[in-house]
């Protein structure tokens, strides 16, 4: 007679009902992971990347109003200190019709850039001088400092302010990428930001021309890089991501075998700032992949 084996002495099988719950238990706590960052992100871009350019408008207004006083303002791509840096203030912009006020502007339009204000596109002379001077500003993320540009109506006057003075400008035409401004005015100043805030596909341009004697300019101007142009991002950014992406694997990984082995709260003590650093890098970096006047 065949002897039949207790529960206790049957065989495990593999793949019962155990393991199949816990490989659903690790897929949804990966799409939850994937969730709560993407929310993150979104909550960054309208949220947490504003007060980002606010603290950075604060400390480029200081620094550009002692320049301005000492006299070492820049007066092109190239200052009195020598070469302009890119990121460094050299203009500030006041609209009081939609109630702009001590903007500043600076040098270069990628990505990077763009996270702390409106930036001057380096290929054109500066606000003032003669000839066509080209502003890029976001219209929805980082404080979005141009997000009501397109309620600017011909005749509302825009003040700049450089090393060189005041000027002022009077709109003449709002256009965009698809219907381009037709201005024949020699000396003239566009605004250029994102057609949406929700799903930018082309840009929004405000033309306006200058009503204020005009200064000269630099002889010769930089060329600009692929990543400088209108509604560009940066592609060098995403590989930046991706390792940034790494780190916050490895980080986590590591964080859930040293919680199992040691205790927890310590753990979580040093495992979180360190997280939350790695995941403001992982923003700051993807957020260069999108259009620069987004």
């Known amino acids: ?154 005749g509302d006057e825009i003040t700049a302010i450089t090393q060189q003075g005041k000027f002022v400008y009077k709109v003449a035409a709002i256009g965009d990428s698809q219907h381009p401004v037709h201005d024949s005015s020699l000396n003239r100043l566009a605004l250029l930001t994102a057609s949406s805030s929700l799903v930018p596909s082309y840009y929004l341009e405000v033309d306006a021309d200058l009503v204020s004697t005009p200064q000269s300019g630099p002889a010769v101007l930089p060329a600009i890089g692929p990543d400088e142009q209108a509604m560009a991002g940066d592609d060098g950014a995403l590989a930046v991501t991706m390792v940034w992406g790494l780190a916050l694997v490895v980080i986590s990984v590591g964080g859930a075998v040293a919680a199992a082995r040691w205790s927890v709260w310590p753990v979580y003590f040093v495992l979180v700032p360190a997280v939350l650093a790695v995941v403001w890098n992982l923003y700051e970096n993807f957020a260069s992949v999108l259009p620069n006047l987004f």
């Open 1 to 154: 007679m065949t002897a039949i084996a207790s529960p206790a002495e049957a065989p495990a099988r593999s793949g019962g009902p155990t393991g199949q719950i816990s490989i659903v238990r690790c897929a949804a706590a990966s799409m939850l992971v994937l969730a709560l960052l993407l929310l993150g992100f979104v909550g960054y871009l309208f949220g947490l990347s504003g007060i980002q350019e606010s603290g950075a408008q604060a400390r480029l207004y200081t620094t550009f109003r002692y320049e301005l006083g000492q006299d070492l303002g820049p007066l092109g791509p190239s200052g009195p200190l020598g070469r302009t840096a890119l990121g460094a203030p050299v203009a500030v912009l006041d609209i009081p019709s939609i109630g702009m006020h001590d903007l500043v502007v600076v040098q270069g339009t990628a990505p990077e850039q763009l996270t702390a204000g409106p930036g001057h596109l380096r290929n054109t002379p500066l606000p003032g001088q003669v000839g066509l001077s080209v502003i890029y500003g976001r219209r929805a993320t980082f404080g979005a400092p141009f997000g009501k540009l397109g309620q600017l109506k011909p």
